[in-house]
């Protein structure tokens, strides 16, 4: 069976976003186009690893261009995108390796998320190698999504998926850690229940 490639280049839209409720919300990739949508199932961490390492890389390509690359140094207002995700929101699969570069020909950004794939090893080298084997595998390796985007697309996309990282449960004042809406048990109060 040959390797399923969900290729958006470009896409009319592609976001992150979530559904439920915070402290039990899901995270997605969606892209959209033509009609179709695909929307991939990942983890808060990865959603805000990839929003600034796109940041970073958007602006090293400034940096290494004099500022002469397509690139705005932050997101328009125009490209602003509140909406929710299009449902239903069906999961492809879920994201296990993602990988970022910058096409300097096209003066586009190409995000790639490939599926979480278990492997068995004896070692942890032939681990390793298994690993890079199947990514590398263009013809058998694991489903992927991969979008092709614009500077001004990839700043708007990193800005709303940090908002949507940042959307969930706020913070204990005291101890950091999330707030339910009932409360929290907080470390710094010895044990006793904080309120929201």
């Known amino acids: 069976m040959s ?24 995270f997605f990739l969606q892209a959209s186009a033509g009609g179709r949508t695909t929307s991939v199932k990942l983890e808060k961490a990865q959603v805000e690893a990839l929003a600034e390492r796109i940041d970073e890389l958007l602006d090293e390509v400034v940096r290494r261009t004099g500022g002469s690359a397509p690139v705005p140094a932050v997101a328009p207002a125009e490209l602003t995108d509140t909406e929710p995700l299009q449902t239903p929101v069906e999961e492809e699969f879920r994201v296990g390796t993602m990988a970022l570069a910058w096409d300097g020909e096209s003066q586009r950004m190409v995000v790639e998320a490939q599926a979480l794939v278990e492997l068995e090893a004896d070692t942890d080298e032939d681990l390793a190698e298994a690993e890079e084997r199947l990514l590398q595998d263009e013809l058998n390796g694991p489903p ?33 850690l999330p707030l339910d809406p009932e409360g929290h048990v907080c470390p710094r109060q010895n044990g006793y229940r904080r309120g929201a």
């Not at 390797?3 to 899901?26: I, M, N």
């Not at 999504?145 to 697309?153: A, D, E, F, K, S």
């Open 3 to 26: 390797r399923q490639v969900f290729l958006y280049d470009p896409p009319d839209r592609f976001v992150a976003g979530t559904v439920g409720l915070p402290g039990r919300r899901t």
């Open 144 to 176: 992927m999504l991969r979008v092709r985007i614009t500077g001004t697309m990839a700043r708007a996309f990193a800005k709303r998926a940090l908002e949507v990282v940042n959307a969930g449960r706020p913070p204990c004042p005291l101890c950091s």
